[in-house]
């Protein structure tokens, strides 16, 4: 790889990319564009549906559903409440359309928030001629998981060298939490106070990452544990989980690509096996302290990404440079802003 190619800035225009030697990205063809923006819709769909559960919690009628009398008869039991559960909520909330108004606030800050994340990847990567797939965003059926499972890029060609991998790995989170700010702030101007919780149910607490506690303060909210989790606060925490979970310094997360890129190879090998031991380690008092097994998720992900083997850049060599590490030291504020080994608590 040439000195001209090591110089190649963060931000520099993709002309001046190729003229310095790396290979333009290919641009999406029209039926790219057309699948992509399929899952956006779609995922824009179950996102506003999930919105829509988280705030009609347990004002929707209970469907009436004869409870199995025999084990096969969960066959058909299952899927019957489940459809049967969603047709309550739909038909509650077309009578009561601000219910509606909350899942489309939910899911335009929530979508705001992982197209940041993906763009700043996609942006980056085109700004250095690296070939990679617009965002691949994944809906996923309501009520579970936000109505979606996230979002990604797919990288199609080779990393040019540790700079380009740096920049890549850290524009994603950094503008993810960028849009998260406003969200939050948002979500902490209109707070509530937590309705009355029936005698003898059982609560999900959402605990507060360092962001919200901080905000807090100068934003006026005194009790941010009784506040009720209205459609932005919903997104901004899902979005600092999000932030959190790909911050962890493992294997082809962006905290993996950011640790290898600063500290080298070797370093990120550990970090990731040391990562993954401290979350084994603090899952079972997860399920201890808070009742939730939440521990377990971090431990799978993590399992699976040190199986991946991580992308070598074609140049390990190029310097980073001052500016670039005082961004690394950012991206490690984020990630303390944004973690919690126990996201929730079950009462």
């Known amino acids: 790889m040439s000195e001209s190619v090591r110089e ?14 790396v290979r333009g990205a290919a641009r999406p063809t029209a039926r790219e564009w057309a699948k992509h923006t399929a899952l956006f819709l779609l995922t824009a769909l179950t996102m506003t549906w ?3 559960s988280f705030a009609l919690s347990t004002l929707a009628p209970e469907p009436d559903v004869a ?3 025999m084990p096969l008869d969960y066959l058909t039991f299952v899927p019957k409440y489940f459809v049967l559960a969603l047709l309550a909520e739909g038909s509650y909330a077309l009578a009561h359309p601000h219910f509606i ?13 992982l197209l940041a994340h993906e763009s700043g990847h996609y942006v980056a990567c085109r700004l250095y001629g690296v070939d990679a797939t617009l965002p691949f965003f994944i809906p996923m059926p309501p009520p579970f998981m936000a109505g979606t499972l996230g979002a990604f890029i797919k990288i199609r060609s080779p990393i040019p060298s540790r700079r380009a991998l ?5 524009a994603g989170p950094l503008a993810g939490f960028a849009v998260i700010i406003p969200v939050a702030c948002a979500a902490l101007l209109m707070a509530t106070p937590e309705p009355p919780t029936p005698d003898g149910a059982t609560v999900i607490l959402f605990n507060n990452p360092l962001l919200l506690r901080l905000l807090a303060v100068p934003l006026g909210v005194k009790n941010l544990e009784g506040m009720g989790a209205n459609s ?6 899902i979005g600092l989980l999000v932030t959190s979970l790909n911050l962890l310094p493992v294997g082809q997360l962006d905290g993996g690509h950011a640790v290898y890129s600063v500290l080298g190879r070797r370093v ?4 990731g096996r040391v990562a993954f031991l401290s979350m084994l380690a603090l899952a079972p008092l997860g399920w201890l302290w808070h009742g939730v097994p939440s521990g377990a998720l971090y431990v799978i992900l993590l399992f699976i990404m040190l199986r991946m083997p991580h992308p070598q850049p074609r140049d390990e060599h190029d310097p980073l440079g001052t500016t670039r590490n005082l961004v690394a030291l950012l991206t490690l504020l984020v990630f303390a802003l944004s973690f919690l080994p126990f996201p929730l ?3």
């Open 67 to 69: 409870a199995p009398s």
């Open 101 to 113: 108004v909350e899942g489309l606030k939910f899911a335009a800050a929530l979508l705001s928030i």
């Open 232 to 237: 932005f606060y919903l997104a901004a925490w």
């Open 166 to 170: 740096f920049d890549i790995g850290v």
């Open 345 to 347: 608590t079950l009462k």
């Open 268 to 271: 990120h090998w550990w970090a």
């Open 50 to 52: 999930a919105g829509v």
């Open 8 to 21: 190649v800035p963060a931000f520099v225009a993709r002309d001046g990319a190729r003229a310095a030697g």
